[in-house]
Structure formats: structure tokens, C-alpha cells
């Protein structure tokens, strides 16, 4: 459609209202967002739908412009839910109502006004050049949600010129299924494949997202989901059988306001992730104020879980000044978030931080890592960490996950790595953690560093090849660290850091920094667990077999959790029924029938 300059603002706003940059709207940079200058309201970029005409039956002609075409309602005028067809070989004249009268374009299907229970669907093995946005008051709900998907063989694939694929604002009940969607250089650097976003300012989270067997590349993120500063998010998220792959900031991320630690406020609600790979999305190099290159992030949370998930060879190109980077799987500024059964592997960092498989990072609370296999990443396999003094980092646990030859890169990491500004109140428990020297590199099995309280690691294998099989930058007092019942396993020279001192048997260890013991009963061991993965690589959750002790009668000094006021929860790494007499580590003996 062409329109003159000479278009008055009364025409503008009469009849060319929801395309805001045709009416003159103003850009925000950071956010991709337009300002109506006549309702200073935000909307996505190109989003809105444009209205390829005037007004019903009649015809304006404008001094020195062209003629525009007499309207034409984008969407029939029939109630109830309707399925719409596009198709490469449809026609954009015809009704989009059937396969036999599919529309053609993207850019037909997204002049239409979606309603509760309207479906459209691209027909498969095809590609279609441009993007679909559904906005305010065009979408479903969670028993008559918007579908948008693929028919006939194979998932359709939207192919963006430098745009987003799917935007979603403010609005839900919108359900995203069976598709490919391929960004190009531009779009990497500047779109998103999937994004919701809400900057409604009613307060309430928007109900019902679902995302499941898409494909989404070449992306600044693959699939998105956020807020404006004074917004609720969206809550009842489902997303599955998805991958996520070549995108540049993140494959998947979730973000909210800014966290106010006085009165906590999380974007979103009741999120599940099943069954995502996110893999090679390498990071921004010129990004050196953030971190870039994850492969899932989720930022500002209540009630989430992630779980049979696989992230790896992420973050290879991020920033190399950057202070912060990336993780495989991570959350931050949430609380109840699940992360369990996953594998986070080769994932990497281009700077001298981060760059491990699984982070409880600022302000995280009452989360849990379980059941989850890290190997080969540049660093800590599962980190704890706090940088902000807001004692917002609580009540979190880590348990039965295994950690093989980590720290690869960056040996002041470790296998598991807790620290930071006033953290507390975290058990790690039932870890088995396999450490490997690389050279001059010697990661510890487990590292602690200052700021933390209310600290309880128990009934954890830790092996190295000759590094400590502890370090802590701290002299921990069991005020404020416990260790009880571990086993610590070298098969070079025993070695273990305890702030200053460095010692070379248990038994000093104990008597000097008075840990591993309850009371005048001495805990733990430095027993062979007989593990073949301390020499074996392992590669996949099946493999972890190799790092079920094959001794386990061996390592005494373990401790009944629940004496302890420890629910330790029914089973181990491997689903195996818990017995009521425990062995360190990850994977347990079977239980007593």
C-alpha cells in the first residue's frame, strides 16, 4: 500500500492506526517496541494489523497519492472459531478457509483479528518468508486457545527477513505447534523466533502458552518470554519437544522486573520445560556488559521446572571482557523452580568466568537440583552463586546429580562450586563428583568460597587425581559449614584446602576444623569407591552406570539423612528405591526388599 506524506494525522489515526510506523511512531531501540504517538501505548515492531484500505465503501483520493482500495474485512464474518489455510500455492484473493482455498502469504494471515478457538495452519515441508504477531484482544484462552501450526507432511517453516518469527503481546491462550522457524544475520543480532511479551499495567499474569515440536535458529534468542518494568508476565507455560539452536544470546529465556529483594515480584507462573535441546547458540563477542550464550535461562519465576532436557556446546563466542557468562542450564531471581534429569555438556564461556552446566545463581530460593548429569563444560558443573547482599539466596538443594570432568577451562570452578554474598541455608547432599587434572589445571571436586551460612554438604563421593579433593578459600567453622559423612578419594596425593591450612589425611582435618562428625561419632571416608567412570569417560545418562560404586559396602561414615531433619526424598539418580542404610554418592545400592 502506498500512502503520500501529506497524510493528515486525523486520516492517520482514522483509518491507518495499527500500523505504527506508517503513522508515525516512535522506535524503541533496546526493546524492538513502537509508541503510538497519538496513545503513547507500546506494541511490538510491525506487529499491529495493518488495514490495507480506508472505510467500508467508499474511496479517498488524497492530493498526489494513490488510490486506496475499497475495504475488505480480513476475516469473515461468521461466528464461532474458524481454521485458516495458507499455502504456497493459494491465493491471497480467496477466503484461507480450506486446503482448496489456502491464501498464500504470511502477510495475509496476519492481517487476521484471531478469536477464541481459530486455528491457522501452513502447510508442511513449505516455506514462508515474513512473521506473525497476535496482539491485544486477538487470541484465546485456555479451553479455546489460538493454534497456529502445520498440515500435511512435515512442519512449515516461517523464514524472517531480519524480523521476529511469532510475536505474541499482551496476550495468551495462544498455542504454537509443529513448526520451523529460521531467522538470517540481521534477525540474530536483533529478533527473537518466538517472544511473549506483557507491559499491560492491570497487574495480572496472562494465562495459557504452549510451545511444542519447533525448531528455531538464527535468532538473538530462540524463544522468549518477558515483561515491561511495572508488568506481570504469563503464567501456565508449557514447553516441549522443542529445539533451540544457533541462536545468539540464549536458546530459550525467561525475564521480569527489575528483583526488589523488600518485596519480592516474579514475572511468571508454573512453567514446565520437557524434552528441549538447546544447542550451539555460541554468544554476542562484542556483548561485554551481559552475559550471552546460554542455552536456557529462566529469569523471574514462580513455580517452574525444567526437566529431560539437554543443553550443550553453548557459549563458544561470548564476550571475552564480559564479567559475567553463560551457564548450560540456569536459573536467577526465582523461586520454586525445579531443574532435574537433564544433561548439560561442552558448554563454554569466552571470558575467565562461568561457562559451567547447571547455576542457581542471584536470588534464587526453595529450588532444587536433582537427578541431573554435567560433563566436559569450561566450568563448574553445578555452581551456587550470589553476588547480591540481599539474603535472597535460601533454601535451596542439591542432590543425587553427577559431575564428570568439569572445570575444564577455568580450574578455580570445580565440579560443585557454592559461594557468594549472604547465602544460606543450602544442603547438598548425594552428589558424586569425578574431577580430573588437565595439565597445570587441578579442580577441586568441591569448592567453597566466603559469604555463606547455614551450609550442610553430606553423604557426597568427591574423587580427584591428585587436586584437592576440597577447597575453601574459608576456614568454615560447622556454624556455618557442615560436612558429614562424605567420601573424599584420590587416586594421587590426598590433598584438602580448608582456608590456609592444607592437609594431607582426614583425620587432622577433622580434629583441627571439626568437621566430619557428629558429636564424638567421626563421619566419612577416604575409601576407594570403585568407580569405573574415574577413568572411563561418560557421555550420556546411561553411562552414568559407570559411576555407581561397585564398593559401596566400603564407604563407611555415611549419615542417615532423616536423622538429621533431612528428607532426602524416594529415590536415587537412577530411579532405584532408597535404602534405609545410605552409601555416599549419586547412585545407591538397591534397596533391601
Known amino acids: 500500500m502506498a500512502v503520500c506524506r501529506h497524510v493528515t494525522d486525523l486520516i492517520c489515526a482514522r483509518f491507518l492506526a495499527p500500523c505504527y ?33 480506508v472505510t467500508v465503501g467508499a474511496i479517498v483520493l488524497l492530493t498526489g497519492c494513490d488510490v486506496l482500495k475499497p475495504y475488505t474485512p480480513p476475516r469473515p464474518p461468521v461466528k464461532g472459531a474458524l481454521t485458516f489455510y495458507v499455502d504456497p500455492e493459494g491465493d491471497d484473493e480467496q477466503d484461507g478457509l480450506s486446503e482448496a482455498t489456502a491464501w498464500r502469504t504470511l502477510a495475509r494471515a496476519d492481517q487476521v483479528p484471531f478469536r477464541p478457538g481459530d486455528r491457522l495452519r501452513l502447510k508442511g515441508g513449505e516455506r514462508f518468508v515474513g512473521g506473525l504477531t497476535i496482539g491485544p484482544g486477538h487470541a484465546g484462552s485456555a479451553s479455546k486457545p489460538v493454534v497456529i501450526d502445520s498440515f500435511g507432511t ?37 529478533a527473537d523466533g518466538i517472544t511473549f511479551f506483557n507491559d499491560r499495567r492491570d497487574g495480572k499474569p ?20 518477558g515483561t515491561g518494568p511495572k508488568s506481570a508476565g504469563f503464567r501456565d507455560i508449557r514447553i516441549s519437544d522443542s529445539a533451540v539452536h544457533h541462536n545468539q544470546n540464549a536458546g530459550l529465556a525467561t525475564y521480569g522486573p527489575r528483583f526488589t529483594p523488600e518485596k519480592p515480584r516474579y514475572a511468571h507462573e508454573k512453567l514446565v520445560i520437557t524434552r528441549v535441546k538447546a544447542y550451539s547458540n555460541p554468544g554476542d563477542p562484542t556483548a561485554d556488559d551481559r552475559n550471552t550464550g546460554s542455552g536456557i535461562i529462566l529469569g523471574s519465576l514462580r513455580g517452574g521446572t525444567i526437566q529431560q532436557s539437554v543443553s550443550y556446546d553453548n557459549g563458544a563466542k561470548s564476550s571475552a571482557r564480559a564479567q559475567e557468562g553463560p551457564e548450560g542450564i540456569w536459573t536467577y531471581d526465582s523461586t520454586r523452580v525445579v531443574i532435574q534429569h537433564n544433561k548439560a555438556y561442552r558448554n563454554h564461556t569466552g571470558s575467565r568466568v562461568d561457562g559451567g552446566g547447571f547455576g542457581l545463581d542471584n536470588n534464587v530460593s526453595s529450588s532444587v537440583l536433582q537427578y541431573n548429569l554435567s560433563y566436559g563444560n569450561d566450568g563448574a558443573g553445578f555452581l551456587m552463586y550470589s553476588g547480591e547482599p540481599t539474603n535472597a ?8 546429580n553427577y559431575s564428570w570432568d568439569d572445570a575444564r577451562k ?4 570445580g565440579g560443585i562450586v557454592a559461594f557468594g554474598t549472604r547465602m544460606r541455608d543450602l544442603d547438598i547432599y548425594h552428589n558424586t563428583v569425578i574431577l580430573r587434572s588437565n595439565g597445570i589445571d587441578r579442580p577441586p571436586a568441591l569448592r567453597l568460597r566466603n559469604g555463606m551460612s547455614g551450609v550442610r554438604v553430606r553423604n557426597n563421593i568427591f574423587v580427584t587425581n591428585g587436586a584437592p579433593v576440597v577447597d575453601s578459600d574459608t576456614n568454615y567453622t560447622q556454624a556455618l559449614v557442615h ?24 583425620d587432622a582435618w577433622r580434629s583441627r576444623a571439626g568437621q566430619e562428625q557428629m558429636g564424638d ?20 545418562p546411561a553411562g552414568a552406570t559407570s559411576l555407581v560404586s561397585q564398593c559401596a559396602d566400603k564407604l563407611e ?29 549419586a547412585g545407591q545400592p538397591r534397596a533391601e526388599d
Open 21 to 53: 510506523p506508517t503513522c508515525g511512531g516512535e522506535r524503541n531501540g533496546d526493546t524492538g517496541m513502537m509508541r503510538d504517538r497519538r496513545t503513547a501505548g507500546w506494541g511490538p515492531l510491525g506487529g499491529a494489523k495493518c488495514v490495507a484500505a
Open 154 to 190: 512435515g512442519r512449515a517453516t516461517i523464514a524472517t527477513r531480519g524480523t521476529a518469527g511469532i510475536t505474541v503481546y499482551n496476550t495468551a491462550g495462544v498455542e504454537i505447534r509443529n513448526l520451523a522457524l529460521v531467522g538470517d544475520a540481521k534477525a540474530q543480532r536483533s
Open 206 to 225: 496472562l494465562d495459557h502458552v504452549r510451545i511444542s515440536g519447533v525448531d528455531v535458529s538464527r535468532f538473538q534468542n530462540g524463544i522468549h518470554l
Open 393 to 400: 539466596h535460601k533454601d535451596n538443594v542439591v542432590r543425587f
Open 410 to 413: 577455568l580450574s578455580w570452578y
Open 483 to 506: 560436612l558429614q559423612g562424605n567420601d573424599y578419594f584420590s587416586t594421587g596425593d590426598w590433598k584438602l584446602q580448608w582456608g590456609n591450612a592444607r592437609y594431607t589425611d582426614l
Open 521 to 540: 561419632v567421626l563421619t566419612g571416608s577416604t575409601a576407594d569407591p570403585c568407580l569405573m567412570g574415574a577413568v572411563a569417560p561418560v557421555t550420556d
Open 557 to 585: 561414615g555415611a549419615v542417615r539423612l532423616r536423622s538429621v531433619g533431612v528428607d532426602p526424598g524416594p529415590v536415587d539418580y537412577f530411579g532405584a528405591r532408597l535404602r534405609t542404610a545410605p552409601s555416599a554418592g
